[in-house]
């Protein structure tokens, strides 16, 4: 694996690197989207990029969400790779015919003789006061359909090589961004690398208990190791880093190792991804090792809302996860 | 400011001219290809309906008998190169497009060798290497993938050409709409073609849409449009060929209304309750193959005999295909998930 070096830039900078480093790589990596061109995207993702690649593969459309997906859909039916960027993730609810029943059955469905290689960028997430239509992460629901591939990303460094392996990948991947990672900075090669799809990474080790968590609860996670390491309680942090394919093996290892494991996530947590994941840990040879019941923290099974008091208190803050973990290190104790 | 104005792709009067030039234009061969295709596409459904309901059919199947005018005389018109897309009543552009018949009854008993292994049925068959990117079973849902596709065409600088395939049902729905305007907006080279049936499953298309004819939607999206006789599969020819002669100059997308007549029912479990049995026999006298072949008669470019062998040799072609793939494997259920992604 590339080793990170010292540049630091922002994880925006690192989608924006990614985009522009592959699309000088291959000439079939095509971008489209609301906004992406001479606007440079709703969050600035694009900018610079249509005055490189000009107008044609930096491609602004017109507000028409199903035309946007078939249109990447159909251009990757012949071979194209098109990154649609959705400008927030709420708004692929008017993508999901395309997405769903044409991008992800078409391979499987034509026995296997055509193939999608399309990537869906989505800023997801709360905590930007854009309250219930632009602030949901509705992930689990692209990890329930088969064809398509679902990636998460936490860091600067991994934003890039995974976005990188995403428009590599012969298939439609939804590729999810926190928008409150935006900002955050972090070490990142400027050349091009790849980092697979289903590895899951060990962000601290820790014997106590495991957290597992994705996206913008990584680093909540391991602020909050930081501070329970503090009162002796040490937290192994798990980044899944992808959600389908998953990494079942690492969160199986460190949570036979812990006994313990709190999964967190930020979308609500009825029908959320933690519930697969709690099912995938009780069926696997971690259930022998558990010394407490398999715990989750997840956003509230309520919209987003406006309010920044009741927007923090929707979704898990590194308080309570700090709050949550310790309760689960000493709990059947 | 846009002239709103609907403007027809063909001009009117050539178009009226235009069928007895074609009778003489059109190599004679190309004529009876678009007669024994038509045949085909009624015996192969005919014999669907027959395997049905002898128990051989796991599914269901949406039959196109009386609308072969409108795929053939659009297909006609294509390069092989060209592509299509189209929709769950899909048989005949797939026999038009080309289609080895033996794998796509294949698929309709869901046999291991057809087109799409078993996995895809009567609704999604599709032969990639011959053009037909596939049949959607979603109404409309071809209609946005179909501006990808066109669009992919451009950037390539290809000068191949696509027909995307859709029913009056479909044409309400966003997705159109969504799709129209985007083709137009960058000048794609594909042709929407509304296979107008007169209904959507029940609801028939006249109640459903607040305008009449469908082609007059092509005005709102700056593309010209026009309402053919679907049932005269040489006035679809025409119109087609001005559509894709405008589409491949990269002069942009056009409309076209095939307006023709479903006579089966929209799926096996339909019963007719929302039309009369004088309404279809009134289509069936209308029948586009009949048409096609006293057109050809009485304008001497063949005689009852050569019609009769061409007609035998399609029913021959259907019969045996259904024989050979009935006795071809069913697929395993093992290594199910080898085709879900792809490496």
């Not at chain 1, 990948?169 to 955050?184: A, I």
């Not at chain 1, 690492?250 to 494991?261: A, C, E, Q």
């Not at chain 2, 599914?59 to 297909?75: K, P, R, Y």
């Amino acid at each position: 694996m590339t080793e990170a070096g010292n540049r630091e830039i922002t994880y925006l900078e690192a989608v924006r690197e990614a985009l522009w480093q592959e699309m000088h790589r291959d000439p079939d990596v095509f971008l489209l989207g609301e906004d992406i061109g001479v606007y440079g995207g709703a969050f600035g993702v694009t900018r610079g990029l249509l005055e490189e690649f000009g107008p044609e593969r930096v491609r602004d459309t017109p507000i028409s969400e199903a035309a946007i997906a078939g249109a990447a859909t159909g251009a990757a039916l012949m071979g194209m790779r098109p990154v649609m960027e959705v400008m927030f993730m709420d708004f692929i609810t008017i993508s999901m015919n395309q997405l769903v029943n044409q991008a992800a059955k078409i391979r499987f469905m034509f026995g296997g003789k055509a193939s999608i290689p399309m990537v869906v960028r989505a800023p997801a997430g709360s905590g930007t006061g854009a309250a219930a239509q632009h602030c949901q992460s509705l992930e689990a629901w692209f990890v329930h359909v088969p064809g398509i591939k679902v990636v998460t990303p936490a860091t600067p460094f991994d934003v890039k090589g995974l976005l990188v392996t995403s428009i590599r990948d012969n298939n439609p991947v939804l590729f999810v961004e926190h928008k409150l990672l935006y900002r955050t900075k972090g070490p990142v090669p400027e050349e091009l690398y790849a980092i697979p799809l289903g590895q899951a990474e060990v962000r601290r080790p820790g014997r106590d208990l495991t957290i597992v968590a994705y996206s913008i609860m990584v680093p909540r996670a391991l602020e909050a190791a930081g501070r329970l390491s503090e009162e002796g309680v040490e937290v192994e942090v798990v980044d899944l880093r992808c959600l389908k394919p998953l990494d079942e093996e690492t969160v199986v290892r460190s949570v036979s190792k812990t006994g313990r494991v709190l999964i967190v996530h930020e979308a609500p947590q009825t029908g959320g991804f933690g519930g697969e994941l709690a099912a995938v840990i009780a069926n696997s040879e971690a259930f022998d090792y558990l010394d407490a019941p398999i715990r989750r923290l997840c956003g509230r099974d309520i919209p987003i809302p406006y309010n920044r008091t009741l927007e923090q208190a929707t979704v898990p803050q590194v308080e309570d996860i700090v709050a949550a973990a310790r309760k689960l290190a000493t709990e059947g104790r | 400011m846009t002239d709103v104005c609907l403007k027809p792709i063909l001009d009117p009067a050539v178009l009226a001219e235009g069928s007895r030039r074609l009778l003489t234009d059109l190599p004679r061969e190309r004529l009876g290809w678009m007669l024994e295709t038509m045949y085909k596409i009624r015996y192969f459904e005919e014999k669907a309906e027959e395997l049905y309901t002898r128990g051989l059919v796991h599914g269901t199947m949406h039959l196109s008998i009386g609308q072969e005018a409108s795929s053939v005389g659009s297909i006609a018109v294509l390069r092989p190169e060209d592509l299509i897309i189209h929709h769950h009543r899909g048989h005949g552009h797939t026999i038009a497009k080309g289609a080895d018949i033996t794998l796509m009854m294949a698929e309709f008993l869901g046999k291991e060798p057809g087109y799409c292994r078993g996995r895809g049925g009567s609704m999604h068959i599709a032969d990639i290497p011959g053009g037909n990117l596939g049949a959607t079973g979603v109404v409309g849902s071809g209609i946005p993938t179909a501006v990808g596709i066109a669009l992919a065409l451009q950037m390539r600088r290809s000068d191949r050409v696509l027909l995307a395939y859709f029913g009056d049902g479909a044409a309400n729905l966003g997705e159109f709409h969504e799709a129209l305007n985007m083709a137009a907006i960058w000048t794609l080279p594909v042709v929407f073609i509304c296979e107008n049936n007169q209904y959507g499953m029940s609801g028939p298309a006249k109640k459903m849409a607040a305008v009449e004819p469908l082609s007059v939607r092509a005005a709102a999206y700056n593309m010209p449009g026009q309402t053919v006789d679907g049932n005269d599969v040489l006035a679809v020819y025409q119109v087609t060929q001005a559509a894709v002669e405008r589409a491949r100059s990269g002069q942009g997308p056009s409309l076209i209304e095939n307006y023709t007549y479903r006579w089966r029912g929209h799926s096996k479990s339909d019963r007719n309750v929302y039309r009369t049995a004088e309404e279809i026999e009134d289509w069936k006298r209308r029948c586009p193959i009949l048409r096609f072949k006293q057109t050809l008669v009485s304008a001497g470019v063949m005689g009852d005999e050569e019609i009769a062998a061409i007609d035998e040799r399609a029913k021959t072609t259907i019969d045996r295909a259904a024989e050979e793939a009935l006795t071809f494997p069913e697929p395993s259920p093992e290594r199910l998930e080898d085709e879900v992604y792809a490496p």
